[in-house]
Antibody, heavy 119, light 110 residues
Framework: DVQLVESGGGLVQPGESLRLSCVASGFTFRNYWMTWVRQAPGKGLEWVANINQDVSARHYVDSVKGRFTLSRDNTKNSLYLQMNSLRVEDTAVYYC????????????WGQGTLVTVSS | QSVLTQPPSASGTPGQRVTISCSGSSSNIGSHTVKWYQQVPGTAPKLLIYSNNQRPSGVPDRFSGSKSGTSASLAISGLQSEDEADYYCAARDDRLTGSVFGTGTKVTVL
């Protein structure tokens, strides 16, 4: 079975950093684009960033450009989101998802990890 | 930043048909396929429809999708209590080099 397990969330103050991890299993991780999607409390889904198989392409939503960096280690089946200069508005549950082969469908999702930015 | 517009809520009694609309633009729905995601409260989203009208394995055939121009819709036929959830449309967007989601629709089974 495909599994995506996120970790690394927590409570931080504005301006601080956090690194999220997502460990994949049950499929050939190196063959897939991967993505992060977030959901602020009581709000809808927002795409954050995606990365291709060999890290030659990374894309970010405007609100996190220059602050967040997406990376992956195919030898460890792991995806990472380095989040710097965190803002209160970054507070959300962050989901790791696999991008399938049908025009960017997010076909498998992790359970999410909560990031709270508050003073 | 939701650029796809959905009605905030929809409801029906068990067995009824419910339809949810999703309105976008030429840079997203007009140029790319539409996906629908179901999110039961307190759980992660799940892919419900891809490529406008295709169901992943395991998704009941009472869920169907369609697309026309810059709009799409999701229909739930024979509504069941377990269909009570939030539903989001999504599509790639050429201006974003990523994806955009709809504003979300909460479906209530009366």
């Amino acid at each position: 079975d495909v599994q995506l397990v996120e970790s690394g969330g927590g409570l931080v103050q504005p301006g601080e950093s956090l690194r999220l991890s997502c460990v994949a299993s049950g499929f050939t991780f190196r063959n897939y684009w991967m993505t992060w999607v977030r959901q602020a409390p009581g709000k809808g889904l927002e795409w954050v960033a995606n990365i291709n198989q060999d890290v030659s392409a990374r894309h970010y939503v405007d609100s996190v450009k220059g602050r967040f960096t997406l990376s992956r280690d195919n030898t460890k089946n792991s995806l990472y989101l380095q989040m710097n200069s965190l803002r209160v508005e970054d507070t959300a549950v962050y989901y790791c998802a696999r991008i399938g082969y049908n025009d960017y469908d997010f076909d498998k999702w992790g359970q999410g990890t909560l990031v709270t930015v508050s003073s | 930043q939701s650029v796809l517009t959905q009605p905030p809520s929809a409801s029906g009694t068990p067995g009824q048909r419910v339809t949810i609309s999703c309105s976008g633009s030429s840079s997203n729905i007009g140029s790319h396929t539409v996906k629908w995601y179901q999110q039961v409260p307190g759980t992660a989203p799940k892919l419900l429809i891809y490529s406008n009208n295709q169901r992943p394995s395991g998704v009941p055939d009472r869920f169907s999708g369609s697309k026309s121009g810059t709009s799409a819709s999701l229909a739930i036929s024979g509504l069941q209590s377990e269909d009570e959830a939030d539903y989001y449309c999504a599509a790639r967007d050429d201006r974003l080099t990523g994806s955009v989601f709809g504003t979300g629709t909460k479906v209530t089974v009366l």
